[in-house]
């Protein structure tokens, strides 16, 4: 498996490369906002087991520091989210490496939707507030790495943007972000009706 131990995003290769900044494919990754399940079908979607969450073995438009990609979709509505999660990216104890990814992708985010609100914070009463203890409270999920856009004119039909630092263990973790369209709200309530007609 592919692991990064130094920073790779740059402005430009996400700007260009990922998000949706070529003339040939519009949207992130080159998905866009109410594709059909028969459209995506060729790039090979995989039901995850959740209503309305697609793992795809492919996107049209991939960035090379990405490993999964998985998109929310219904047959009524078309795509409606996008996600996709970053090769492991190799770290110490401290997240330095992991930080300074997660900074280049904010920073490049930034650029081409506008400032997003930070939370960059560990949990009241978590006892992890050694600088050593920086990657272990993302394991335990005592600390919080994330940055979301929302309420902004967005490209795309995009409505709302999030980017998150998760770790797998001390040593290593990944950088997840997510896009979701502005037929999310329809999209997520046909899915979760399908999943309590299921009861």
């Not at 430009?12 to 519009?26: K, P, Q, R, W």
């Not at 902004?152 to 409505?159: E, K, L, Q, R, Y």
């Amino acid at each position: 498996m592919k692991s990064h131990a130094k920073p790779r995003f740059t402005t430009a290769a996400l700007l260009l490369a990922t998000f949706g900044a070529t003339a040939t494919f519009a949207g992130p990754f080159g998905l866009n906002m109410g594709e059909s399940l028969n459209a995506l079908k060729p790039l090979g979607l995989e039901p995850t087991g959740v209503a309305g969450i697609y793992e795809m073995q492919s996107v049209p438009d991939p960035h090379p520091d990405f490993e999964h990609y998985s998109v929310g979709l219904t047959s009524e509505d078309g795509l409606c989210k996008v996600m996709a999660t970053s090769y492991p990216i190799a770290t110490s104890a401290y997240g330095d490496d992991l930080k300074s990814q997660f900074q280049a992708a904010r920073d490049a985010l930034n650029a081409k939707y506008g400032k997003g609100k930070d939370y960059d914070f560990l949990k009241e009463g978590s006892d992890l507030n050694a600088p050593k203890d920086w990657m272990m409270g993302l394991v335990m999920k005592e600390r919080v790495l994330v940055t979301y856009w929302v309420q902004g004119n967005f490209p795309d039909g995009i409505a709302s943007i999030a980017l998150e630092a998760r770790a797998d263990d001390s040593n290593s973790g990944t950088i997840r972000v997510g896009f979701e369209f502005k037929n999310f709200a329809s999209c997520k309530a046909k899915a979760s009706a399908a999943e309590d007609a299921a009861l």
